[in-house]
C-alpha cells in the first residue's frame, strides 16, 4: 500500500470489553512497532516486530496487552478487559530493515484513538 | 534510563519568521541518535530532521536546523521562514546506539503559525 494503515480510526469501548486493532504496514516491510500516545504526551513504545517475531514486548504495560504479527505483514495488538487508562491513541510504525536505525526512515500510520468508558 | 524533556508546551510564530523549539535529554551513552518528528492533525508522525551524537557538525533539511550541543545535552530545533503548513505539535525523541529501534519521545510543543 501506499503507507501505513490503520483501522478502526476511532474505537469505544466500554470498561471490560476486549478490543482489537488493526496495523497494514507497508508492503515488504520488515519491521513493526506499536507506541502508545495518552493525551498530551509523547508516544511510548510498546512492541516490536522483526517479521512475525516479536523481538522486543518490554513496553506492553500490563499482561491485558498482547501483540501479533502471524505471517510477518498485519498486525493486531488486543487489549483485554480494558480500563479508562488505556485511552490513548495507538500509534504503528514500520521500517523496511530490521530494526530502524539512524539512517532508515520510519513510516507511521494515523492512529487509532481508543477512548474507554 | 533516557528522558527527553521538551520545556515549551506552547509556541507560537508570524509567518515568515523564525523559530526555535527546546529539547534537552539524559542519558550516560556517548553514541545516540536525536532526532525532530512534526505531527499535525492528522496524527501521522512524519520525520523532520536527525542528528548522529558523533557529528559535531549540526544537520539542516531546508528550512529546518539544529543547534546540537552535546556537552549540554541540548538539541533545539530552529525553523526559519515560518510557514501555515508547519502548525504542528513537534516531538524530539532520543535512539539509543546499541538499541536501534526504540524511540524515547518528549511530551512535545504545540507550534502555531500565524498569518
Known amino acids: 500500500g501506499a503507507g501505513v494503515s490503520q483501522s478502526p480510526r476511532y474505537k469505544v469501548a466500554k470498561r471490560g470489553q476486549d478490543v482489537a486493532l488493526r496495523c497494514d504496514p507497508i508492503?515488504?516491510?520488515?519491521?513493526l512497532f506499536w507506541y502508545q500516545q495518552a493525551l498530551g504526551q509523547g508516544p511510548e513504545f510498546l512492541t516490536y516486530?522483526?517479521?512475525?517475531?516479536?523481538?522486543?514486548k518490554s513496553g506492553l504495560p500490563s499482561d491485558r496487552f498482547f501483540a501479533e504479527r502471524p505471517e510477518g505483514s498485519v498486525s493486531t495488538l488486543k487489549i483485554q478487559r480494558t480500563q479508562q487508562e488505556d485511552s490513548a491513541v495507538y500509534l504503528c510504525?514500520?521500517?523496511?530493515?530490521?530494526?530502524?536505525?539512524?539512517?532508515?526512515?520510519?513510516?507511521f500510520g494515523s492512529g487509532t484513538q481508543l477512548s474507554v468508558l | 534510563a533516557q528522558t527527553v524533556t521538551q520545556s515549551q508546551p506552547e509556541m507560537s510564530v508570524q509567518e515568515a519568521e523564525t523559530v526555535t523549539l527546546s529539547c534537552t535529554y539524559d542519558?550516560?551513552?556517548?553514541?545516540?541518535?536525536l532526532f525532530w518528528y512534526k505531527q499535525p492533525p492528522s496524527r501521522q508522525m512524519i520525520l523532520v530532521i536527525r542528528?548522529?551524537?558523533?557529528?559535531?557538525q549540526n544537520a539542516t533539511e531546508n528550512r529546518f536546523s539544529v543547534n546540537f550541543q552535546k556537552a549540554a545535552k541540548s538539541f533545539s530545533l530552529k525553523i526559519s521562514d515560518s510557514q501555515l503548513g508547519d502548525t504542528a505539535m513537534y516531538f524530539c525523541?532520543?535512539?539509543?546506539?546499541?538499541?536501534?529501534?526504540?524511540?524515547?519521545f518528549g511530551k512535545g510543543t504545540l507550534l502555531t503559525v500565524n498569518p
Open positions: 510504525a514500520s521500517s523496511q530493515v530490521e530494526g530502524t536505525g539512524p539512517n532508515e526512515k520510519l513510516f
Open positions: 508492503s515488504g516491510h520488515v519491521s
Open positions: 516486530f522483526q517479521n512475525e517475531a516479536q523481538l522486543d
Open positions: 542519558t550516560s551513552e556517548n553514541n545516540y541518535y
Open positions: 542528528q548522529e551524537a558523533y557529528k559535531q
Open positions: 525523541a532520543f535512539m539509543s546506539g546499541g538499541s536501534n529501534y526504540k524511540l524515547t
